[in-house]
Nanobody
Framework: QVQLVESGGGLVQTGGSLRLSCAAS????????MGWFRQSPGQDREFVAV????????YYANSVKGRFNISRDGAKNAVDLQMNSLKLEDTAVYYC????????????????????WGQGTQVTVSS
């Protein structure tokens, strides 16, 4: 199985940028569709972005489309989430997740579809 560790969270002002990274170990990250989710206190876990095994397919939540970018870094066996133009409502714990996939182009956006999860990294956007 794969282990996932997120990094890169922190405190940033509105309009700023952060880059989150999800490092995979135990298995190649390329064996999985990889997603980012986030959760605020009292809220359900929310889909943010997903990238297919091949990296050729991506999908974003409407709330982050045009501001966030998900990508694979094969050399690091990692998946990154570049977050730009951050808003107060982006404040949350961000989780990386992996879903085994037999196809290279498939993507999933429901949390229940994902099998492996990281421990999360806090992102706080302040005014």
């Amino acid at each position: 199985q794969v282990q996932l560790v997120e990094s890169g969270g922190g405190l940033v002002q509105t309009g700023g940028s952060l880059r989150l990274s999800c490092a995979a170990s135990g298995r190649p990250a390329s064996n999985y569709a990889m997603g980012w989710f986030r959760q605020s206190p009292g809220q359900d876990r929310e889909f943010v972005a997903v990238i297919s095994r091949s990296g050729g397919s991506t999908y974003y939540a409407n709330s982050v489309k045009g501001r966030f970018n998900i990508s694979r870094d094969g050399a690091k066996n990692a998946v990154d989430l570049q977050m730009n133009s951050l808003k107060l409502e982006d404040t949350a714990v961000y989780y990386c997740a992996a879903r085994p996939s037999s196809t290279y182009g498939s993507i999933w956006y429901l949390a229940k579809e994902y099998v492996y999860w990281g421990q999360g990294t806090q992102v706080t956007v302040s005014s």
